[in-house]
Structures are given as C-alpha cells and as structure tokens.
C-alpha cells in the first residue's frame, strides 16, 4: 500500500511540471518593413534555456508563465518580455540607431556601420583595459571572432601570432598587417592597451582591398588617444602580479630512476651498476632515497609583472596633447630570464590656421631583453628539454664546486645541466625604437579636406652573446657580439648601405 501511495505521489508531481510548462510560438519582424528577422536570438534570463528563428522567423519554445525572455538581433534593440499566459506572439523588433551610426575606421577613412559592407569588427577600448596586460595583441585574445591569438611560449617578451581567419597562405606570410595611426609598420606589442582610442580588425577582402596582397592576412587598424578634455588631465594605471608554472611533469625520482638504469641494463645483458659494490659501481637505488634533485624545482621559480602607466592630457585653442610614460618589469618563471621596457609616447595637433593643423605622433621605446631556451633544443641546450632528461641522482654542483655533468655509463650524454643552462650563458638583447609620424591637414572646402603624412622609423638593436666553456667542458667559451640599426623612411631606399631609409607621402582626400 505504501509503495502505491508513493508512486502515485511521483506521478502527481511529473503531472504538476508537466502542466506548469507551456509552448510558445511567434514570429519576429522588423517595425520598418514588417518582414521577418531569420537568426534572432530569444533566451530565457538565468537559465540556458533558448532558440533561433527559422528562416520565415518563426520560433517555438517550452517556457513557463514567469519567465523572462531576451530577444536579441545584430543592429536592432534587446527587448525582455514576461511570457505569462501567451502561446503565440508577434515581436517587432527597433533597430538600435545609436549602434548603426557608430564610427569605425576602414582602410579608406571613418565610416558609419551601416554604410559599410565588408567584414569589420571592432573593440572597445574599455574592452581592452578590463585585463591586466601591458600588449594590445595579448589583449585581443578571445575579443573578436574569427581572430585567433596564439603565445608562441611563455617567456617574458615571447612573441605572439596573429591570424585572422586562420592560414590564408601556405608559404607566405600570414600575420595580419598592423597600421598605427595611419602608419604601417608598427607592433602591438608597442601600443599599451591604454593608449588605443579605437581599433578595428579588417577580415575581408572588400575591406582589405584598398592595401593590395599586403592586407591578405587581414588589417588591424588602430588610432591611439589625443588630447580632447579642455581641462589637463593626470591618469595613471598600474598593476602587480605574479606568474607561476602551471604543472610540472610527473617524472621519477633519483631511487625510481637508478632502478629503472638496472632494470633497463639487466634487460640487454649487462650489469647493473647502481649495486654499492666496491671496485667504482654506483651506490644502491636506496641511496638516493633522500637525496633526489628535482631538476624541475631547480629551474624554475615564481615570477612577477609590475607595469606602470601615466597619461597626461588636455586641450586648448590651438594645441591638444596627450603624452603617456610606460615602465614593464617582467621576471619570467625560468630563472634568469627578465625583460624590462620603457616607453613614451606622445601625439601633439597644433592649429597653425583655422583651416591647417599639424599632427606630431611620436614614439620612443628602449628595451633590455633576457630570454632563455624554452620549449625547443638548439644546439646548446635547453634548461627546460634538460630539465627533464637529466638524471635526477646527480647534483647541481659537485663536491668541487663545478657544475655536474653528464656520463658515467648512464643518462644522456648530449644534455647538460640544465641550472647551468639557465644561469650561465650571456644572452641579451637590446633595441631602442623611434618612431616619429608628422601631419598636416588643410581644410580646403566644407567637405573636401587634404592629409599629407610621412613616418620615420629608427631601431637601433644590440645583442650579447656568451657561452661559457665550463658548463659542458667540450666547447672553448664563445662570445658573440653584433649590432644593428634599420632607419627606414618609407619607399626610399639607400641601395647596399646598411641603414635603410624609406620615405613615403600618402594622400587622403575626404568628402
């Protein structure tokens, strides 16, 4: 009798949910031309609960009488409604004025959104700035569709790959062409999140046309802050955070490991050497049972970020500034590697008459870079791929004072020791930056306005070299030194000097 009354109990509360559920059909349409809207999105609040139109732009969904529903379109304003006793209705859908009339920046100048018709996405700025980082190519991670960010590893300055709708060539390039206010050439890497105005990513081939088979991995266009506030402003932003590996390999420990060199000798007919016999064989796998070094831990360490940005601002009758000072401190989680940057920059727009202004864009950059070997074995070693080759029963440093080595009728005989790999080899890189854009604008009529401009580009790089001899005990130390420098204009060009200057003047004519 009690298994009859509960059951029925069951059934009566599936019966109650049940009825406590309801279909809700309608169609969604445009208040312009009354004509259905296929692709609109309608989803119940606080739940995962939703659907599409269908191409006519009807819908159907299970909701209840106290849900809430969000329908949402590209170009058209949200509307929420309680779904209450209703099974079928009509939903006209707004367009959103404001979002049609945004201003964008394409290839050809600033358009409004409704008037373009290639593929164009942009970010807002505060966007950007949500994030703890100090690179705007960083900070594009995950933002737009179709762009995909890759960190090519994680040393401090690594470099990052860009593409925009994926591999567009097999042999050539495929990073996307970066214009900064107007000038190609540049680096995200250079423009801090907080210095960008606008920025928009050009994915198409409509949108792309106007810069040729330079464009065909796409464009990033991006226009850094001017002075606009009539009353000086100071801003500063700054940020501290550490970073640390995420896992470690799981890997034996020197009594795991020395069993295993007998176990794997034994295996090929030949003798165990981890015995602690006399006559030089190696002490027994219970030896290293406290003294284990974990090549991992040795190498790797807690690292730290510290940026620090300050803007200062204004505006007046004939001059508007905005001037931005940036400090980057990176110690990676590789001992050793470091990488420290400073940077100004700086955009000027005097109004020489009532119809000419001039525009001063320039930036300064000086870095100090300490990169180790992460993630690939060149030909001196990785402390990272040794790291996880080295025998874990051979200590840092010998009783001598030296750095172990390899040998002894076991381990690798081609990785070395990867503290030493990390801490003693000289690897420095040095690159001054200068960058200086100046225009100048003349209002000829209402609507037809010229902009001429020209861009100067100076990087003045040095790298240092060395590799001690001590760490493997077969190379004579080797020391490397070379400097360069790259003073390009833009289209003028030196022939076989080694500083290249290029020069160029653009024209933009607009209506």
């Not at 960010?149 to 994680?154: F, K």
């Not at 000038?183 to 050009?202: A, R």
């Not at 796998?285 to 601002?313: A, C, F, M, V």
Request: charged share 20%.
């Amino acid at each position: 009798m009690k298994k009859i009354l509960f059951c029925s109990l069951i059934l009566m509360l599936f019966s109650v949910a049940a009825f406590a559920q309801q279909t809700l059909k309608g169609t969604v349409k445009s208040t312009i031309d009354k004509e259905p809207l296929p692709g609109v999105s309608i989803a119940v609040k606080g739940s995962i609960a939703g659907t599409v139109t269908d191409l006519d732009g009807n819908f159907s969904l299970n909701v209840k009488p106290e849900d809430v529903l969000a329908v949402s379109y590209l170009g058209f304003k949200t509307q929420e409604f309680t779904v209450g006793d209703q099974t079928l209705v009509e939903i006209l859908m707004r367009e959103d004025v404001a979002q049609l009339d945004e201003v964008v920046v394409v290839g050809y100048g600033a358009m409004r959104k409704s008037d373009i018709t290639g593929s164009v996405s942009s970010v807002k700025p505060a966007e950007l700035q949500k994030i703890a980082l100090t690179r705007t190519d960083e900070a594009l991670q995950g933002q737009i569709a179709g762009v995909q960010v890759i960190n090519n590893d994680a040393s401090p300055n690594a470099g990052i790959s860009i593409r925009i709708r994926g591999v567009n060539s097999i042999t050539a390039v495929s990073e996307p062409l970066v214009i900064i206010d107007g000038m190609q050439g540049g680096s995200l890497s250079d423009v801090h999140p907080n210095d960008i105005e606008s920025l928009e990513v050009l994915k198409d081939a409509s949108a792309t046309a106007i810069y040729g088979a330079r464009g065909a991995g796409g464009v990033i266009l991006v226009t850094t802050k001017k002075g606009s506030n009539r009353k000086s402003s100071v801003t500063y932003n700054g940020f501290f955070g550490f970073q640390q590996i995420q896992k470690k390999m799981d890997l034996m420990n020197a009594e795991e490991y020395a069993g295993y060199i007998n176990q794997n000798r034994q295996a090929r007919s030949l003798a165990a050497i981890f015995t602690g016999q006399d006559g030089g064989a190696l002490p027994s796998p219970e030896y290293y049972r406290d003294k284990s070094t974990d090549w991992q831990n040795e190498i790797y360490r807690t690292g730290y970020t510290q940026n620090h940005h300050l803007t200062i601002g204004g505006k007046s009758d004939n001059l508007s500034y905005s001037i931005a000072g940036d400090y980057l401190d990176t110690k990676g989680i590789v001992i050793n590697s470091q990488y420290r940057k400073f940077s100004l920059r700086s955009n000027l727009s005097f109004n020489l008459h009532e119809k000419i202004r001039l525009n001063l864009n320039t930036f300064l950059a000086s870095s100090n870079d300490r990169p180790t070997t992460l993630d690939a074995r060149d030909q001196y070693g990785s402390p990272v791929y040794a790291a996880l080759n080295f025998a874990p029963t051979r200590p840092v440093f010998e009783e001598d004072g030296t750095y172990s080595k390899p040998g002894g009728g076991y381990g690798s005989n081609t990785e070395y020791n990867p503290v030493a790999l990390a801490q003693e080899p000289v690897n420095v890189n040095r690159l001054n930056t200068t960058i200086i854009n100046p225009e100048l604008e003349f209002q000829i009529l209402k609507n037809l306005k010229f902009r001429t401009s020209a861009s100067y580009h100076l990087v003045d790089g040095e790298y240092d070299w060395y590799y001690p001899e001590y760490i493997d005990g077969r190379r004579s130390g080797e020391r490397h030194f070379s400097g360069s420098k790259t003073a390009p204009f833009s289209g003028f060009d030196m022939g076989s000097y080694p500083s290249q200057r290029r020069y160029t003047v653009g024209l933009n004519i607009t209506f």
